[in-house]
T-cell receptor, first 114, second 113 residues
């Protein structure tokens, strides 16, 4: 158990819908990362937050957004869903960014868009 | 552009047959190189972080080494329970991907009894 908690574990939704994925980081970790893993793309970095502030953006679509709340949990919002958005979405956390600290991953949220 | 290439894509070993996985990288200043193990449908499980060329770390049957351009994950006398996908990632110290992990596509290891 990495200590990073993600909900829901599985989600099936229709095209055009909106979903929210939730992440609680490890106790004491201030930095949260979101990654997408699909079969043909591997793990792709989406976005990073540190202590409530957006720190870096990767290949995140405009239809996707995220935030980190004062209690440090984070949410990833996916809207106008398309079939190609079906993937495993991972949240990860670390004590601080840019420091070489270990980044721990949660078990992921399986999103299936039908 | 920061990137990571892992080889081979897949590796089949007999139980007890030692081998190595390769991770070559180009990065804007290496903050750290990470190895993770991932089982199907699960999150990546942290194994090692290496910070500088010449560094080595060991855990049970696994040993990770680092040079200026690549890292190796050596598996000694593997067991079936070592079957998984092994992911390599780098963290850059500056540049566009600073602070984030850039992953390779992984090596899928199968160990047959």
């Amino acid at each position: 158990d990495s200590g990073v908690t993600q909900t829901p574990k599985h989600l099936i939704t229709a095209t055009g819908q909106r979903v929210t994925l939730r992440c609680s980081p490890r106790s004491g970790d201030l930095s949260v990362y979101w990654y997408q893993q699909s079969l043909d793309q591997g793990l792709q970095f989406l976005i990073q937050y540190y202590n409530g502030e957006e720190r870096a953006k990767g290949n995140i679509l405009e239809r996707f957004s995220a935030q980190q709340f004062p209690d440090l949990h984070s949410e990833l919002n996916l809207s106008s869903l398309e079939l190609g958005d079906s993937a495993l979405y991972f949240c990860a956390s670390s004590v601080a960014p840019d420091s070489g600290n270990t980044i721990y991953f949660g078990e992921g949220s399986w999103l299936t868009v039908v | 552009e920061d990137q990571v290439t892992q080889s081979p894509e897949a590796l089949r070993l007999q139980e007890g047959e030692s081998s190595s996985l390769n991770c070559s990288y180009t990065v804007s200043g290496l903050r750290g190189l990470f190895w993770y193990r991932q089982d199907p449908g699960k999150g990546p499980e942290f194994l090692f972080t290496l910070y500088s060329a010449g560094e080595e770390k060991e855990k049970e049957r696994l040993k990770a080494t680092l040079t200026k351009k690549e890292s190796f994950l050596h598996i000694t006398a593997p067991k079936p329970e070592d079957s998984a996908t092994y992911l390599c990632a780098v963290q850059a110290s500056y540049g566009g991907s600073q602070g984030n992990l850039i992953f390779g596509k992984g090596t899928k290891l199968s160990v047959k009894p």
